[in-house]
Nanobody, 121 residues
Framework: QVQLVESGGGLVQAGGSLRLSCAASGIIFSINSMNWYRQAPGKQSELVATITEGGSTNYADSVKGRFTISRDKNTVYLQMNSLKPEDTAVYYC?????????????????RGQGTQVTVSS
């Protein structure tokens, strides 16, 4: 089992910044990608940002230039600047990788519990 613990959400005024963190723990052989999703009330889940094992990053058009995803070992961060009211959502981290030990390895995908981000106008 791979567990994810998120932190860093909260209430901020438009134009402000927040930094989300997500720490993965458990038996982790390797991590293929670490991702941030968000879901606003009444809307579908949206992939916000991805960072791969090799460090490549990708962002939703709606956050490009404002959000930065980074990683330090098994922790992923999302630095959110110039926040807008439309960024209000529950943010979830998602990690995909390989768990297990010799000779048994298998893929895993875990999701955090979610953290609320609210941006007031």
């Amino acid at each position: 089992q791979v567990q994810l613990v998120e932190s860093g959400g909260g209430l901020v005024q438009a134009g402000g910044s927040l930094r989300l963190s997500c720490a993965a723990s458990g038996i982790i052989f390797s991590i293929n990608s670490m991702n941030w999703y968000r879901q606003a009330p009444g809307k579908q889940s949206e992939l916000v940002a991805t960072i791969t094992e090799g460090g490549s990053t990708n962002y939703a058009d709606s956050v490009k230039g404002r959000f930065t995803i980074s990683r330090d070992k098994n922790t992923v961060y999302l630095q959110m600047n110039s926040l807008k009211p439309e960024d209000t959502a529950v943010y979830y981290c998602n990690v995909r990788g390989v768990t297990g030990s010799t000779p048994y390895f298998y893929d895993f995908e875990s999701r955090g519990q979610g953290t609320q981000v609210t941006v007031s106008s």
